[in-house]
């Protein structure tokens, strides 16, 4: 079972940086590797935005063009575990964002509907 729980989140001034990490404490590190892994956010008002997603093995990455060479994916299959490494943080950065998993690889891979397990979210505030 897919139990993902997001942490790193916090304030931070314009500029600044912050790496969330995203644990699934439900599955072994074999099934881990099996899944896509992603990044939304939503700020209050607005719906879900896609950030970042990455592959099972690495291969698939993308982003979303407001966080492009900004935002870094990664992750370590070892300690089931994915990262967004976030620097030159703006304020409309600001929102909760979430961890997604799926099996399917390359299903909407940059959309909602194409991640099926969550996480609850981690509040990242920007100010300038």
């Known amino acids: 079972q897919v139990q993902l729980v997001e942490s790193g989140g916090g304030s931070v001034q314009a500029g600044g940086s912050l790496r969330l990490s995203c644990a699934d404490s439900?599955?072994?590190?074999?099934?881990?590797?099996?899944?896509?892994m992603g990044w939304f956010r939503q700020a209050p008002g607005k719906e879900r935005e896609f950030v970042a997603v990455?592959?099972?093995?690495?291969?698939?990455?993308d982003y979303g063009d407001s966080v492009k060479g900004r935002f870094t994916i990664s992750r370590d299959n070892a300690k089931t575990t994915v990262y967004l490494q976030m620097n030159n943080l703006k304020p409309e950065d600001t929102a909760v964002y979430y961890c997604?998993?799926?099996?399917?690889?390359?299903?909407?891979?940059?959309?909602?509907?194409?991640?099926?397990?969550w996480g609850q979210g981690t509040q990242v505030t920007v100010s300038s």
């Open positions: 439900g599955r072994t590190f074999t099934t881990f590797s099996s899944y896509k």
């Open positions: 990455i592959g099972s093995s690495g291969g698939l990455i």
């Open positions: 997604a998993a799926d099996l399917r690889e390359y299903y909407r891979a940059n959309d909602v509907r194409g991640f099926a397990s």
